[in-house]
């Protein structure tokens, strides 16, 4: 298991990478670290900023992990918090803002440990994944990172029957 957080940086890093030029082929993937350094920044460092709305200049967040998926004439985000712990409806609340902001094509956020039984109840029990719903048809994912696999548990996606399209 990991002491640190940070530590699942890399694995989450690698596992994103692999993902998304499995299904987005005919694109170009940048995945990085970026939890020490602002998206604006991040965005700017790539020379991609063309691509994106000028409001990009505005996304003055750290996200843990960074894609970005470029295409001919636009590039699309992804976004991924890790947390150590179980995730809470506090650490959510985190993405939800994010996402919300910046309207990520995917945005996650997975922990080793799952979800927290309170968060699990809202989620389930009163069915309020409407809370997880950024816009544009999108949902944060909210999953348990398989640290045996360096793979997220996908049968423990909420909300149920999300997945990368």
């Known amino acids: 298991m990991y ?23 005919r694109s170009q993937i940048i995945v990085e670290v970026t939890s020490n350094i602002d998206l604006s920044k991040f965005i700017q460092r790539t020379g991609l900023g063309n691509l994106f709305r000028s409001e990009y200049l505005t996304y003055n967040i750290k996200s843990d992990i960074t894609g970005i998926i470029i295409g001919r004439t636009r590039a699309e985000l992804v976004l991924i918090e890790c947390k150590l712990n179980k995730i809470s409806l506090s ?23 799952g979800i927290s039984d309170p968060l699990l109840e809202l ?7 409407d809370i997880l719903k950024y816009g544009d048809n ?6 348990r990172w398989d640290y045996n696999k ?16």
């Open 3 to 25: 002491a640190r957080e940070v530590d699942m940086y890399i694995d989450v890093r690698n596992w994103l990478d692999r993902l998304l030029k499995s299904i987005h082929s």
């Open 138 to 143: 999108r949902s944060i994912a909210v999953a």
């Open 91 to 113: 650490s959510l609340s985190q993405m939800i803002g994010y996402s919300r902001v910046v309207k990520p094509k995917y945005s996650l956020i997975i922990s080793p440990k």
């Open 150 to 165: 360096k793979d997220i548990d996908y049968s423990t996606i909420i909300p149920r029957g999300w997945r990368f399209t």
């Open 123 to 129: 989620l389930t029990i009163h069915n309020r994944t």
